[in-house]
């Protein structure tokens, strides 16, 4: 072997070896730039806290939820549970916390403001619970809350994509809010939205 051929194997070899190192530390980075958060991750969620507060605050609501959506578990035979669960909140003094106790609830259970929403074409729905009487409305009457509205929360950089509701209860009589309400509201869930996408 000539030392030509040589300096080129050990060249070969180094730059192969060198090379795919690089590619790995590359590859890993961009794997944690597209890592979702997990929901324990406090930092994440913290950012639409002050959003939710303002929102409260605002309309003098009894609670501002956001509820994010899970495959849950997995079935043996392959059937994902689709389940929503609250996972930051803003709760006035006289209502309830929901945090610790709506959480994985399955799906099917909001069927009804589901099909609503997603057969609105304004991304939201106001329902007035007193007059309903299926397993949604139980759940919320159990926390005094009479009036709710529900709006899309769509996360994505490229493409939106639906993934969570931003909720906003009141107790006791029905509350009326204007489409100029409703339009801000609809705003902020698009905020809240952009906050979460990574």
């Known amino acids: 072997m000539k030392w030509y051929e040589f300096l080129a194997t050990i060249f070969g070899i180094f730059s192969v070896n060198y090379g795919s190192a690089l590619f790995k530390d590359w590859l890993d980075n961009r794997r944690k ?4 958060p997990s929901l324990g991750d406090n930092d994440h969620f913290d950012r639409v806290q002050p959003i939710l507060e303002n929102i409260r605050e605002e309309f003098n609501a009894d609670s ?6 899970s ?18 909140e803003s709760v006035s003094d006289y209502g309830f916390s929901t945090i610790k106790d709506i959480e994985n609830i399955p799906v099917y259970s909001f069927r009804r403001q589901l099909t609503e929403l997603k057969h609105s074409e304004k991304g939201y729905v106001v329902s007035y619970e007193f007059d309903k009487h299926d397993e949604l409305s139980d759940l919320y009457m159990n926390y005094n809350i009479g009036t709710i509205a529900v709006f899309k929360v769509c996360t994505g950089k490229s493409i939106l994509k639906w993934t969570g509701l931003l909720t906003i209860g ?29």
């Not at 730039?33 to 979702?36: I, V």
């Not at 501002?64 to 959506?69: A, H, S, T």
């Open 33 to 36: 730039e597209h890592q979702k």
């Open 64 to 69: 501002v939820c956001l509820w994010e959506g």
């Open 71 to 88: 495959n849950g578990e997995t079935t043996l035979s392959g059937f994902h549970k689709k389940k929503l669960s609250v996972v930051a």
């Open 170 to 198: 009141f107790k006791d009589k029905p509350k009326l809010l204007t489409d100029a309400d409703l339009a801000w509201l609809n705003t902020q869930a698009a905020r809240i939205g952009s906050k979460l996408t990574i």
